[in-house]
């Protein structure tokens, strides 16, 4: 399965048009995005609609929500939402920072639900109009994985042609039956496509075609591209779209949405030295032994002018001190984090890594002083802020294969630490 280099930010410039130049100043028109989530979730057997579903701290929904804020040439976004989850949804809005979110209610069925949306977009509370967009994006809440490349494809065809939509090739024969349950007859797989999401649309026709389409197409139907052919005459322009538009449907496949998340967002880390000899030369041999790992890794003397840098595009820091009382370190690495608000919407990962340097070494049964009890503390306080603090504990050896065999032991623990991303472990000094 392909991955998104990062959830919810990707890149544009890898998108090829025929007949426009891919990049962020291709869309010089008004565009806006609906996102039905009003279903209940059956197929999940959670209680809870899978759109509202959590991993990492966040329910799904903001993850979807945040792809398409981070394209900046999508002005509004339209959440439609069951009556009664609309405080919930609220909520989310509100504590993820989500900006320019409309949230309306749902109708009793899907299409109903998306005409409430994309009626929003033109009418405001009690019949004021609002400045329509040109092209609407309708997508599933619980596809949270769709590329910006892949939007502005859909996106400048459905202005072309009027509509657009995303397809996939069929993975399964598809058979019809008889009311016996016998084989009646089976479909030539390679004719057909699986329609997917996103479906992009100019606004006047998906608008027309709700205004025109029965009462039994709001009831049983489910395929927008279809409306608009039937009620407006607009064939839409279909376009096969990338492995990574898979919606989440049963509950295994948020299992695998929070594993996509954890393996984009534990490709790299950042290596704090404080600016010591021994820890910098401890960083380095990291540096090659996570490499290794396949993990890029970066070595800074701290998180301060230049560095600084790495707070606002990294995920995962491990701060290297020569003895226990530069834990306080850790302490500014996390309120730095903190104000620059890294953590709200993904978990941050800090690995204290401890060279003990004297010649007896410290044993697993001689702690630190009031090191490790103080790092519980700090570890449970900053896990209620998304940052996941974990410890580990290594003596230096003055022979070179024993020494090597121990650094290569914290790179292996580091990489599982950060891919894991276990709250159970915060807190714990590990030795190495």
């Given at each position: 399965m392909d991955r998104p280099v990062e959830p919810g930010h990707f890149s544009a410039c890898e998108a090829r048009l025929d007949k426009h130049i891919a990049g962020r100043c291709s869309v010089d028109f008004p565009v806006a995005v609906v996102l039905p989530a009003g279903g209940s979730g059956e197929r999940t057997g959670l209680l809870t609609p899978k759109q509202f579903c959590t991993f990492l701290n966040r329910p799904l929904i903001s993850y979807t929500i945040q792809t398409f804020e981070r394209v900046p040439w999508i002005q509004s976004i339209v959440v439609v939402v069951a009556k009664e989850s609309l405080d919930l949804m609220m909520d989310i809005i509100h504590r993820f920072h989500h900006r320019n979110v409309l949230v309306v209610h749902g109708g009793s069925t899907r299409h109903r639900s998306i005409f409430n949306g994309v009626r929003a977009l033109s009418?405001?509370?009690?019949?004021?109009?609002?400045?329509?967009?040109?092209?609407?994006?309708?997508?599933?809440?619980?596809?949270?994985?769709?590329?910006?490349d892949f939007l502005l494809k859909i996106t400048m065809a459905a202005k072309e042609q009027g509509a657009a939509g995303a397809i996939r090739p069929l993975v399964s024969t598809v058979i019809a039956t008889t009311l016996e349950g016998y084989l009646d007859h089976s479909l030539e797989r390679t004719m057909y496509r699986a329609s997917e999401m996103p479906q992009g649309f100019i606004y006047d026709v998906i608008y027309q075609a709700y205004q025109r389409c029965s009462e039994s197409d709001f009831e049983f139907g489910t395929e927008c591209l279809h409306l608009a052919l039937q009620y407006?005459?607009?064939?839409?322009?279909?376009?096969?779209?990338?492995?990574?538009?898979?919606?989440?449907?049963?509950?295994?496949?948020l299992a695998a949405a929070e594993s996509i998340v954890k393996e984009t967002l534990s490709q790299s880390a950042c290596v704090v030295t404080g600016g010591s000899a021994q820890a910098t030369e401890l960083a380095n041999a990291l540096?090659?032994?996570?490499?290794?790992?396949?993990?890029?890794?970066?070595?800074?003397?701290?998180?301060?002018?230049?560095?600084?840098?790495?707070?606002?595009?990294?995920?995962?820091?491990?701060?290297?001190?020569?003895?226990?009382?530069?834990?306080?370190?850790?302490?500014?690495?996390?309120?730095?984090?903190?104000?620059?608000?890294?953590?709200?919407?993904?978990?941050?990962?800090i690995i204290w890594v401890y060279l003990n340097v004297s010649e007896d070494g410290l044993s697993a049964s001689e702690p630190m002083g009031g090191e490790p009890a103080a790092m519980m503390e700090l570890a449970t306080g900053a896990k209620l802020g998304n940052i996941l603090v974990y410890g580990i504990q290594l003596h230096h050896s003055k022979e070179a294969t024993l020494w090597g065999r121990s650094v290569e032991k914290v790179a292996q623990m580091s990489c599982a630490l950060i891919r894991d991303r276990s709250p159970a472990l915060t807190g714990q000094l590990l030795q190495a």
């Amino acid at each position: 399965m392909d991955r998104p280099v990062e959830p919810g930010h990707f890149s544009a410039c890898e998108a090829r048009l025929d007949k426009h130049i891919a990049g962020r100043c291709s869309v010089d028109f008004p565009v806006a995005v609906v996102l039905p989530a009003g279903g209940s979730g059956e197929r999940t057997g959670l209680l809870t609609p899978k759109q509202f579903c959590t991993f990492l701290n966040r329910p799904l929904i903001s993850y979807t929500i945040q792809t398409f804020e981070r394209v900046p040439w999508i002005q509004s976004i339209v959440v439609v939402v069951a009556k009664e989850s609309l405080d919930l949804m609220m909520d989310i809005i509100h504590r993820f920072h989500h900006r320019n979110v409309l949230v309306v209610h749902g109708g009793s069925t899907r299409h109903r639900s998306i005409f409430n949306g994309v009626r929003a977009l033109s009418e405001g509370e009690g019949g004021t109009a609002r400045v329509k967009p040109k092209v609407v994006i309708i997508h599933d809440a619980v596809r949270p994985f769709v590329e910006e490349d892949f939007l502005l494809k859909i996106t400048m065809a459905a202005k072309e042609q009027g509509a657009a939509g995303a397809i996939r090739p069929l993975v399964s024969t598809v058979i019809a039956t008889t009311l016996e349950g016998y084989l009646d007859h089976s479909l030539e797989r390679t004719m057909y496509r699986a329609s997917e999401m996103p479906q992009g649309f100019i606004y006047d026709v998906i608008y027309q075609a709700y205004q025109r389409c029965s009462e039994s197409d709001f009831e049983f139907g489910t395929e927008c591209l279809h409306l608009a052919l039937q009620y407006c005459g607009t064939n839409a322009k279909l376009i096969e779209g990338p492995p990574t538009l898979w919606k989440v449907t049963y509950k295994r496949d948020l299992a695998a949405a929070e594993s996509i998340v954890k393996e984009t967002l534990s490709q790299s880390a950042c290596v704090v030295t404080g600016g010591s000899a021994q820890a910098t030369e401890l960083a380095n041999a990291l540096q090659r032994s996570m490499s290794a790992l396949d993990m890029e890794v970066d070595v800074i003397s701290d998180l301060m002018g230049d560095d600084a840098k790495s707070l606002s595009k990294e995920w995962n820091f491990i701060r290297v001190s020569v003895n226990s009382s530069c834990f306080s370190e850790v302490g500014k690495m996390l309120s730095a984090l903190e104000e620059a608000d890294r953590a709200l919407l993904h978990p941050v990962v800090i690995i204290w890594v401890y060279l003990n340097v004297s010649e007896d070494g410290l044993s697993a049964s001689e702690p630190m002083g009031g090191e490790p009890a103080a790092m519980m503390e700090l570890a449970t306080g900053a896990k209620l802020g998304n940052i996941l603090v974990y410890g580990i504990q290594l003596h230096h050896s003055k022979e070179a294969t024993l020494w090597g065999r121990s650094v290569e032991k914290v790179a292996q623990m580091s990489c599982a630490l950060i891919r894991d991303r276990s709250p159970a472990l915060t807190g714990q000094l590990l030795q190495a």
